[in-house]
């Protein structure tokens, strides 16, 4: 039940807002598109598994395609942009990722062999560390340009992609994953922060994100406790109890305060 809620606020709220701060005329046609798609994923998740909930994943997945496909159509950038458009491009590739899972899913396919449960949590994953993340590392660039941003806008999605790698081949690979993204999330956080403090034009903008850099701060030692404790056997959270912090607090006080945060401060 909380994750379906995390997802759904992801596809419905999260997600449109993101692309609103991509302020890309090319995006347009994605931007149209994503509200149907993002509907019927939003209801697949509360159907039993089969048919219908099959069929409403799979128009989430064409809306997600959609977005692959802008990507692709986005020109070749100057060198200098160069890490903070492998962070845009990893985001719209996250929703994608995400499809696939649901699809499998609500099918009740195991996917690759993966646990239901766990395709359901990399649906979450893919929205939040996959998209909002990464979006906003690598639009960071523009608001706090520097050598910071730049590493911040590289680590988030290598981590990211580094825990995916880490599904399919050991979990120390899934631990230094998070480390890495711990690593870029902790920085787009300081980076966060420091705006906060001193640009931010009014007292709710900052307040937003201040927030959420205090926020991503503490979920991720959340993050970095679990993995460790995935690869090493040590005593550490469960799935239900990293849902109800980790999960809670990356969706709502990191991804969707700091969507809101930079929208008021029109900086990315």
Do not use: K
Not at 161 to 177: H, N, R
Not at 182 to 211: E, I, S
Request: aromatic share 8%; charged share 10%.
């Amino acid at each position: 039940m909380l994750i379906n809620l995390l997802v759904a606020v992801g596809m419905l709220v999260v997600v449109p807002a993101g692309l609103r701060l991509l302020a890309d005329p090319a995006a347009a046609v994605a931007r149209r598109v994503w509200p149907v798609g993002a509907v019927a994923g939003a209801l697949s998740l509360w159907l039993p598994r089969g048919t219908l909930a099959t069929g409403l994943a799979t128009v989430y997945a064409i809306a997600a395609a959609v977005l692959c496909a802008y990507a692709m159509s986005r020109p070749a950038r100057p060198r200098r942009e160069w890490p903070a458009e492998a962070a845009v491009l990893t985001a719209l590739a996250g929703p994608a990722i995400a499809a696939s899972a649901l699809v499998a899913e609500r099918s009740g396919y195991h996917l690759f062999g993966f646990d239901l449960g766990v395709l359901a949590l990399t649906v979450a994953h893919f929205h939040f560390a996959g998209f909002a993340a990464a979006l906003i590392a690598g639009l960071l660039t523009r608001a706090v340009p520097g050598r910071p941003a730049d590493v911040a806008a590289l680590t988030v999605p290598a981590g990211t992609l580094l825990v995916l790698l880490g599904y399919f081949t050991a979990e120390w690979v899934e631990l230094a994953g998070a480390l890495v993204l711990t690593a870029g999330m902790w920085t787009v956080g300081w980076l966060t922060w420091q705006y906060a403090r001193t640009t931010a034009a009014d007292r709710l903008t900052a307040a937003l994100l201040a927030g959420s850099a205090l926020v991503l701060a503490a979920s991720m030692v959340l993050a970095v406790s679990w993995a460790l404790g995935e690869a090493t056997g040590l005593p550490h959270p469960s799935l239900a109890w990293m849902a109800a912090t980790h999960g809670v607090a990356n969706a709502l006080g990191f991804a969707l305060c700091g969507m809101v945060g930079w929208r008021r401060a029109g900086e990315l």
